[in-house]
């Protein structure tokens, strides 16, 4: 077991970041001893001789004018006489002290604070910092590996412009903070990629980064190879989305499928397609992607949720999403749970429904389908005041991490007033990192909670019940899996049964469902606002 000695030397007696690392040491197997503060170094020399440490981490974080001498003295009355010795000499303290450690050059180590977790991990680890010739992985299992305990990092970027979006790209990877770049294209992009002649060049950069070629892709990946070399990926657009596909799997290596189930149609007119051929394209996409060993996230379950579906069609919605992509073939899944959407929905209750989400999701596994945990926090709970924002994001990443996540979608707290430039999203990584850290060093069990988990078991049973009756709409057996029947989902919607207030007044869907905010839940009410159970709402409905 290697040793190392810690100590606050000359007048220094600000201990805590030299106890902290002897803390995190200990994690990697150190035996540790602290000297105290305000150490002399004969002092120091003295508990060297007698711990005969492998490495000596001194603190001094006083004036860097006085660290000079003191620097020097070290060097003369210990570091000299070590000289043939394999110790190491280390240095914590603050940037204009750090400046003069350099100049001695007697310490293997500098750190000053600033330095990402990682790097210090690397240091005790004796592993190297994965940088230019050694890539971390570009496969999202392996990054998840890779950075276990700690989640994966994801981000939507997409500026006006692709020349800004490209030194964008380029700043977020030079910062080693993101695992994950999400494209996010312009709707033009999204929806006329292959027909430019139907594009309204007035909505150039609407929404996202205007693509228009293949090679446009290309030029944000080549961005991208640098700095701890991000994953890329990007939406599956809302038209010809096989061949979209095809175009992001040469040219950004698309780390992972992003479809719908049952959206960017006529539903939500996103795009012009009929609902019904729609879900049998997106399943179409689902099945390609699986063919090739592309992980899928179908983004479904949220979808009803911004739209004030109660708290049980977002579960029956998650599984039934799920359930499609196994079918389809899909081995690894990745599983989105959309925190605070709706933004009325309490903690509690918002923990309580993705719980239910995970465990009927789960419940799927077996060893040709694994799910990966993605969790975020919802858009629309953004306030406009970036620091009650601030809050939000510190917050809602406390409350994910409950799920113990995979990939760890941040949505940076400027997103309620203008999509997230390089700067912000790097300062919103940082303050999302930080959450993560606390809740890794040891945070009480949320899921424990009483209403969790009654409110969780009730949400099960309401989504089994709409699961039910979407499979008896197929009264004369004309499917052999009704669930992943284009037509009887799509029937489904007319009907009601998976519903939403805000599809009032759409063809495609119902929009009949009354719901309300009551302790935190989105239930369903009826016309008086009174609650009904789900068992009362689905025996109103025909099949």
């Not at 997409?158 to 993101?178: D, F, Q, V």
């Amino acid at each position: 077991m290697k040793k190392i000695l810690g100590a606050c030397i000359g007048s220094c007696v600000h201990i805590a970041g030299i106890l902290n690392f002897l803390s995190l040491s200990k994690k990697y197997g150190y035996k540790t001893e602290f000297a105290g503060s305000a150490c002399s170094i004969d002092r120091l020399k003295e508990n060297i001789e007698k711990y005969k440490p492998d490495i000596v981490a001194v603190s001094y974080r006083l004036s860097p004018e006085s660290a000079l001498p003191l620097f020097k003295e070290l060097k003369e009355k210990i570091i000299k006489e070590l000289k043939r010795s394999k110790m190491e000499f280390i240095l914590g303290g603050t940037k204009p002290v750090a400046e003069v450690g350099k100049k001695l050059g007697i310490f293997s180590a500098i750190f000053t604070g600033e330095e990402r977790i990682e790097e210090i991990e690397s240091f005790l680890t004796k592993k190297k910092i994965k940088r230019g010739s050694e890539i971390p992985p570009q496969d999202i299992l392996g990054r998840v590996n890779y950075k276990k305990p700690f989640p994966v990092i994801r981000h939507h970027y997409g500026r006006p412009s692709l020349e800004e979006t490209k030194k964008g790209i380029r700043k977020i990877s030079s910062s080693g903070l993101l695992d994950v770049i999400s494209i996010g294209p312009d709707q033009n992009t999204q929806e006329f990629f292959f027909h430019p002649e139907k594009m309204d060049r007035n909505q150039d950069g609407a929404g996202g980064v205007p693509l228009r070629s293949a090679e446009d892709f290309k030029s944000l990946y080549s961005a991208s190879r640098t700095g701890n070399y991000p994953l890329m990926r990007c939406y599956s657009g809302t038209n010809d989305i096989i061949k979209m596909a095809e175009i992001l799997k040469e040219s950004i290596n698309n780390a992972w499928c992003a479809v719908p189930l049952c959206w960017y149609n006529e539903l939500d007119n996103r795009s012009s397609r009929n609902l019904k051929d729609a879900i049998a394209e997106n399943q179409s996409v689902m099945r390609w992607h699986a063919e090739r060993d592309i992980p899928v996230e179908v983004n479904e379950s949220h979808h009803w949720s911004l739209r004030y579906s109660p708290d049980s069609v977002a579960v029956a919605a998650a599984y039934i999403a799920a359930y499609n992509a196994r079918m389809m073939g899909v081995k690894v899944y990745i599983s989105q749970y959309m925190f605070n959407t709706p933004p009325e929905t309490s903690f509690t209750m918002d923990l309580a429904k993705m719980l239910a989400k995970v465990e009927m999701i789960e419940s799927m596994h077996d060893s040709n389908f694994l799910t990966l945990r993605q969790t975020r926090t919802g858009l629309f709970s953004y306030p406009t005041d970036y620091d009650e924002s601030k809050g939000q994001l510190a917050s809602s990443t406390l409350l994910q991490m409950q799920l113990s996540p995979h990939i760890l979608h941040v949505v940076a707290y400027c997103e309620a007033d203008h999509a997230a430039r390089a700067e912000d999203i790097i300062e919103s990584i940082k303050i999302a990192r930080k959450v993560i850290y606390n809740y890794l060093d040891g945070c009480p069990d949320m899921k424990l909670d009483g209403d969790v988990i009654s409110r969780k078991e009730e949400l099960k049973y309401d989504a089994g019940l709409i699961i039910e009756k979407i499979k008896s709409l197929d009264k004369d057996r004309k499917f052999e899996n009704p669930l992943i029947s284009p037509e009887i989902i799509a029937k489904s919607i007319k009907a009601g049964i998976l519903d939403a207030p805000h599809l009032k007044g759409v063809k495609a869907g119902k929009g009949e469902v009354r719901t309300a905010f009551i302790d935190g839940k989105n239930v369903i009410v009826d016309s008086y606002g009174k609650p009904i159970t789900e068992e009362e709402r689905l025996d109103k409905i025909p099949v």
